[in-house]
């Protein structure tokens, strides 16, 4: 089946380091998203990208950074200078070129700082 | 930048009682979207509205996308327990393929 994989799960991340989250999609999108929520908040948009080699940066883009070499993939760098970092991300796709399609979301990466 | 607006942010109702949340938005829009994410879950995508005055309906849940293409609202009648969850809508705007997410609606449901 066709669907949006994050990985890992659960992330533990020392104060001062980096760590990248995954985010694998296999439904042929064109567009993939970052959001970051914060318990008992909405969505915040971090980054995106509309198509390979391209992103763009959302509204909290600072303290992150992506990448996108793979249409298949989009990973999110938590950077030190990203100074409240715990949080639940949300990866998402969609399959651009204007056709408005809900986004397919994948399962998420809960990452506390410790 | 454009603006979308959810209300009320959170709702207790008792099991059988009817549930609406609202959405508005700053701007004109293209379509809206509504999604369900429940607790410890990821957003899920419920529905799609495309044009001025629509309504659609999924068994006990009616969308409805304002004349003006500026509000929409999602009705649950009669809640169950597995209603329990965040309900965001999302819009986008004439332009480009971007969606501007509501703040979401937490509704909690007791027995």
Known sequence: ?114 | GQQVMQIPQYQHVQEGEDFTTYCNSSTTLSNIQWYKQRPGGHPVFLIQLVKSGEVKKQKRLTFQFGEAKKNSSLHITATQTTDVGTYFCAGRANAGNMLTFGGGTRLMVKP
């Open chain 1, 1 to 114: 089946d066709g669907g949006i994989t994050q990985s890992p799960k659960y992330l533990f991340r020392k104060e001062g380091q980096n760590v990248t989250l995954s985010c694998e999609q296999n439904l042929n999108h064109d567009a993939m998203y970052w959001y970051r929520q914060d318990p008992g908040q909405g969505l915040r948009l971090i980054y995106y990208s509309q198509i390979v080699n391209d992103f763009q940066k959302g509204d909290i883009a600072e303290g992150y950074s992506v990448s996108r070499e793979k249409k298949e993939s989009f990973p999110l760098t938590v950077t030190s200078a990203q100074k409240n970092p715990t949080a639940f991300y949300l990866c998402a796709s969609s399959p651009g070129d204007r056709r408005w399609d809900g986004y397919t979301f994948g399962s998420g990466t809960r990452l506390t700082v410790v």
